[in-house]
């Protein structure tokens, strides 16, 4: 198979289901082979390697706890020594929780830090030692247009999601200089079936955008595989903004 991503590895942190999964798929119709770390739901992890496989793509499954620096570390371990590199790197690993803000824990808001910020930190410092010595690599990091206007009730999420840009922009900065360039995407509200709101929501939600509808996970992965890409080459700490029209930077 020939494509954008043609003799390419990617490895994308929760990557089994959502966002991570439409990327998957489309790195996979690009060409490259793919690392899927994924930390629940197994049987989706397992349903998306055969369809991986059966493309003509190699697929390994890592199970990773990304909060955790033992589990990614043998994460990248383990892809290493399957494939020997890693091209690009999708910190897309994330969770939700809605509750107001006098309501939630500190326990839950350090959550939400660890997973979304922590994670990426600690992928991100083990794609750049590879990527360094080979003088290339894409990092790619999942925000969230919260991250810029917030949202009642997800006051961890929006504020993970904030710091979560600012490290892409601090990062690209200090990474381009040895060829890895880090951008990030910020969808908008994308219909996965994991975001806590109910349906009366969406569709007021949806109604309330230009476009007039929510965003669909295949929507998102024309952003992932352009900065995947060689014609993403000249793009350095740039947030794309897959979200209907919502916000317009």
């Known amino acids: 198979m020939t494509g954008q991503l043609s003799g390419q ?32 739901d197994e049987p989706a992890a ?20 990304v909060t955790n620096a033992n589990s990614v570390a043998t994460t ?10 890693v091209d690009i ?14 309501e939630t824990s500190l326990e839950d808001f350090e959550r939400m830090l660890a997973v979304h910020v922590r994670g990426a930190f600690l992928n991100a410092q083990h794609a750049a030692r590879h990527m360094i010595s080979r003088g290339s690599g894409r990092i790619i990091n999942v925000c969230s247009q919260l991250g810029y206007i917030g949202r009642g009730e997800y006051v961890p999420y929006s504020t993970a999601k904030g710091g979560l840009i600012a490290f892409t922009r601090a990062l690209a900065r200090e990474l381009a200089p040895h060829g890895v360039f880090v951008n990030g995407v910020s969808p908008g509200l994308v219909d996965t079936g994991f975001d806590p709101l109910s349906d009366a929501a969406k569709s007021e939600h949806a109604a309330s955008l230009p476009m007039g509808r929510l965003g669909a996970p295949e929507d998102m992965t024309s952003a992932f595989v352009f900065l995947a890409s060689d014609a993403g080459r000249y793009y350095c700490g740039q947030m794309l903004h897959p979200n209907g029209g919502e916000i317009m930077p």
């Not at 999964?21 to 770390?37: F, M, N």
């Not at 055969?50 to 190699?58: E, T």
């Not at 990248?76 to 590199?85: G, I, N, P």
């Open 9 to 40: 590895v990617a490895l994308i942190t929760g990557g089994n289901t959502g966002i991570g999964r439409a990327v998957a798929q489309a790195y996979a119709e690009q060409g490259a082979d793919l690392v899927i770390a994924w930390h629940t």
């Open 46 to 65: 397992q349903t998306l390697a055969s369809q991986i496989s059966s493309s003509g793509r190699q697929c390994l499954l890592a199970r990773c706890d």
């Open 76 to 85: 990248w371990q383990s892809a290493l020594e399957r494939f020997e590199r």
């Open 89 to 102: 790197l999708v910190n897309n690993a994330g969770i939700q929780q809605r509750s107001p803000f006098l």
